[in-house]
Antibody, heavy 119, light 107 residues
Framework: EVQLVESGGGLVQPGGSLRLSCAAS????????MSWVRQAPGKGLEWVAN????????YYVDSVKGRFTISRDNAENSLFLQMNSLRAEDTAVYYC????????????WGQGALVTVSS | AIRMTQSPSSLSASTGDRVTITCRAS??????LAWYQQKPGKAPKLLIY???TLQSGVPSRFSGSGSGTDFTLTISCLQSEDFATYYC?????????FGGGTKVEIK
């Protein structure tokens, strides 16, 4: 059974940093692209970033470029999102998601981690 | 970025109704479209990909159609467990973008 479990969320002040982790199990992690998708409170879904199987390619939404970094550790079956220079508008539930083997839609999602940026 | 526009933003329906949700892309995306269902407090769940291919395990009352810029999600006979918010997503090009969502509520 595919499982994705996020951790590392919490309250952080504007301008601060936070690192989210996602522990993957139930599939060959190193064979899949992975994604982060976020959802602000009461709002819709927003794709944040994708990373290739070996980490050699990454893509970001413009609003986080230069501030967020997606990375992975295939030996540990883990996905990460380093978030720097956080802003109030980054407040959201952040979902870790597995990209399908063929195209960049997400076929499995974690339960999400809440990040709140507030003073 | 490709803009995805869903309509309606919400609808009220009864169990057994046929429900149709539309999604329009700001430019042609072929069939590179997925539909997700999200219930309150839960993660999204993939329903359909490639505009019309049902994800494994999804009931056959869900169907998708369309290509290019105009797409529809149809629930043929609404069940109680189908009351949720539905999102379309284009994966034709980066940045990947979602529609604003359609909330299906009980009439």
């Amino acid at each position: 059974e595919v499982q994705l479990v996020e951790s590392g969320g919490g309250l952080v002040q504007p301008g601060g940093s936070l690192r989210l982790s996602c522990a993957a199990s139930g599939f060959t992690f190193s064979s899949y692209w992975m994604s982060w998708v976020r959802q602000a409170p009461g709002k819709g879904l927003e794709w944040v970033a994708n990373i290739k199987q070996d980490g050699s390619e990454t893509y970001y939404v413009d609003s986080v470029k230069g501030r967020f970094t997606i990375s992975r550790d295939n030996a540990e079956n883990s996905l990460f999102l380093q978030m720097n220079s956080l802003r109030a508008e980054d407040t959201a539930v952040y979902y870790c998601a597995r990209r399908s083997s063929s195209w960049p839609y997400s076929d499995y999602w974690g339960q999400g981690a809440l990040v709140t940026v507030s003073s | 970025a490709i803009r995805m526009t869903q309509s309606p933003s919400s609808l009220s329906a009864s169990t057994g109704d046929r429900v149709t949700i539309t999604c329009r892309a700001s430019q042609g995306i072929g069939s590179y479209l997925a539909w997700y269902q999200q219930k309150p407090g839960k993660a999204p769940k993939l329903l359909i990909y490639a505009a019309s291919t049902l994800q494994s395990g999804v009931p056959s009352r869900f169907s998708g159609s369309g290509s290019g810029t105009d797409f529809t999600l149809t629930i043929s006979c609404l069940q109680s467990e189908d009351f949720a918010t539905y999102y379309c997503q284009q994966y034709y090009s980066y940045p990947l973008t979602f529609g604003g969502g359609t909330k299906v509520e009980i009439k």
